[in-house]
């Protein structure tokens, strides 16, 4: 026996508690707890837990050290460790005796299918073996106890629907800045308030994102609405003559002052639409229904918070006096041409959603798929690898670029309308979709289409891995650990 492993049992409260233990289990418990304990004072905590184990949430770590830590002192011995663990493997192998329904001492696709037809939740066997294969070590497409054990070892329940939930829940969100495709959330997390962590961390996010690349943003809507304007610095040069340095955060006020209640409209809409393509079925949904219900809640909000975004246009391309803030520019605009003005373009903006949220998620998740499969450590799975930070932001910045390709020509004939009045080289017959297109063609070819795209490509590094490093912090100081 290793000498940590004698000493510690020795200092035990209550050694009886695994001395029936078999000699491999005991052997197994003493190097997990010592992984655990770098410190070597005798306890762990839940710090130490997911300092090893940073893919499992946070809430599971200390819902379960809560349960194991009898003598309330915010951390357990070896003793507790042994007792809990040692009962919690006990009812695991309980539950995986039942879904086990061959008693072969593995779980198969079909055996998973039938478990949850019991538990009233249809999935087809695709789905069946892709949640096999985030389970499966081995690379079998089969599950061992010993897998299945592992797996759920920090999970707080042993409750077959409340393992299956947790199972099937994605293990990464997507952070790029202006995804249109909303994070999942668990039940839990829906009845324990977790969701409004969720949205506060994400909004606080996005206003520093925001700030932090609004010249950038500027200057590509100056881009997209006059031309490029002898390029880049003799467009800086022009807006810092015209309004100096604070001039270059023009618009940036509305375009935070939208966030909330944006997230909060899509965050709302994207769970009912779940709720309609869902029906009765408990079954996950499918990329294809997740691009679908996040294209729906990105035209909802969209529909809800589109004035907004037209008066965020006019105060980025005003000049020096020409509105006193956003109230004004709001009652300016409506004086001078009516309600119509706050939907100028509202049509190609939202035919440009379903492409950018279906591309955006698609290239997304296969990217991220592909790296876990290619790199991941041997016996980690598709939900306990955890790509390093520059990967996940790495996928969030091609993800985003792709999907902005793809309706790019769309967004500059909306931001286009949206400054149709304050632009006086718009003429009659161009103040159409069709119209604008046809003309920027015909000037300057395809790629008039894209212009401002050189200043949005260089924003998007910036704000994805500003609002990814925020939304951590924020998201932790909150409490909040999405699973």
Not at 344 to 351: E, K, Q, S, T, V
Not at 443 to 469: C, D, H, Q, T
């Amino acid at each position: 026996m290793p000498m940590r492993l004698r000493n510690r049992r020795e200092k035990a409260k209550d050694p009886d508690s695994f001395e029936q233990l078999p000699a491999y289990d005991e052997e197994r418990l003493g190097k997990l707890f010592d992984a655990l304990d770098k410190d070597e004072n005798g306890r762990i905590s839940a710090n130490d837990v997911l300092e090893v184990f940073s893919h499992v949430p946070e809430e599971h770590v200390k819902e379960t050290l809560g349960k194991a830590d009898t003598a309330k002192t915010g951390n357990i011995d070896f003793a507790e460790f042994v007792r809990y663990i040692v009962d919690h493997e006990k009812r695991l192998a309980l539950t995986f005796s039942k879904l086990d329904q061959n008693k072969d001492g593995i779980l198969d696709a079909k055996e998973i299918m039938s478990s949850f037809e019991k538990l009233g939740l249809k999935i087809d066997e695709t789905e069946a073996r892709r949640l096999l294969k985030r389970m499966d070590a081995s690379l079998s497409l089969t599950i061992s106890f010993e897998e299945f054990r592992d797996y759920f070892l920090w999970y707080p329940s042993t409750n077959v629907k409340d393992l299956f939930g947790y199972w099937r829940h994605s293990a990464f969100s997507n952070i790029a800045e202006d995804s249109l495709v909303p994070d999942d959330l668990t039940e839990n997390e829906l009845t324990s308030g977790m969701w409004w962590r969720h949205l506060v961390a994400g909004g606080i996010a996005g206003c520093v994102s925001r700030t932090a690349t609004a010249p950038l943003d500027r200057i590509k809507t100056f881009f997209q609405v006059y031309g490029k304007l002898g390029g880049m610095k003799h467009c800086v040069q022009m807006l810092l003559k015209e309004g100096g340095y604070l001039g270059l955060w023009r618009g940036n006020g509305m375009n935070v002052l939208k966030i909330a209640p944006e997230s909060a409209i899509k965050f709302m809409s994207y769970e009912q639409m779940k709720k309609i393509l869902k029906g009765d079925s408990e079954a996950e949904l499918n990329i294809q229904e997740r691009i679908l219900a996040g294209a729906g809640a990105g035209a909802i909000s969209q529909s809800a918070i589109y004035p907004m975004e037209v008066i965020k246009t006019r105060l980025t391309l005003r000049r020096t006096g020409e509105f006193d803030g956003i109230f004004h520019a709001a009652r300016k605009i409506y004086r001078n041409e009516g309600l119509r003005a706050f939907y100028r373009g509202y049509a190609p903006n939202l035919i440009g959603i379903l492409p950018y949220a279906g591309i955006d998620l698609a290239v997304y998740e296969t990217l991220k798929r592909w790296y876990i499969s290619k790199y991941s450590i041997q016996g980690e799975t598709e939900t306990t690898a955890k790509p390093p930070a520059y990967i996940v932001l790495g996928c969030g910045v091609v993800s985003s670029v792709c999907g902005q390709l793809s309706s790019y020509p769309l967004a500059l004939v909306k931001t286009k309308l949206q400054a149709s009045s304050s632009v006086e080289s718009i003429k009659l017959g161009e103040n159409s979709t069709f119209g604008i297109m046809k003309s920027i063609v015909a000037k300057e070819g395809l790629p008039g289409l894209y212009r401002g795209m050189g200043p949005n490509f260089m924003k998007a590094v910036p704000a994805v891995s500003i609002s990814y490093v925020v939304y951590e912090h924020v998201r932790d100081s909150l409490g909040g650990h999405m699973t």
